[in-house]
């Protein structure tokens, strides 16, 4: 079965880094866009970051700039790396994959959700 698995969660001070990890398992990984989502607390879920299943990247404008996001096929392991963060950051993380090879924003376009990693980021 379909399992994600993200790590890399933390507390971390306002300016600092943190790399997410999402590991994949129980389909192709190569063959699909993975995306990473967040929800802080008392707000709706909003799209980070996604790859294409060709390795081209797009991002969330709130994050261009700070927010890197790669993937190891051979690992079948999707990455956030998260620099300069701030308090705004702040949130449940999650990984998801996308239906198909292609981008999408939409959290309604992605078909298995990992179990969420928490991102404190303290002023």
């Known amino acids: 079965q379909v399992q994600l698995v993200e790590s890399g969660g933390g507390l971390v001070q306002a300016g600092g880094s943190l790399r997410l990890s999402c590991a994949a398992s129980g389909f192709t990984f190569s063959n699909y866009a993975m995306g990473w989502f967040r929800q802080a607390p008392g707000k709706e879920g909003e799209f980070v970051a996604i790859?294409?299943?060709?390795?081209?990247?797009d991002f969330a404008d709130s994050v261009k700039g700070r927010f890197t996001i790669s993937r190891d096929n051979a690992k079948n392991t999707v990455y956030l790396q998260m620099n300069s963060l701030t308090p705004d950051d702040t949130a449940v993380y999650y990984c998801a994959r996308r239906r198909s090879r292609s981008y999408s924003y939409a959290q309604g376009e992605y078909d298995y959700w990992g179990q969420g990693t928490q991102v404190t980021v303290s002023s």
């Open positions: 790859i294409s299943a060709g390795g081209i990247p």
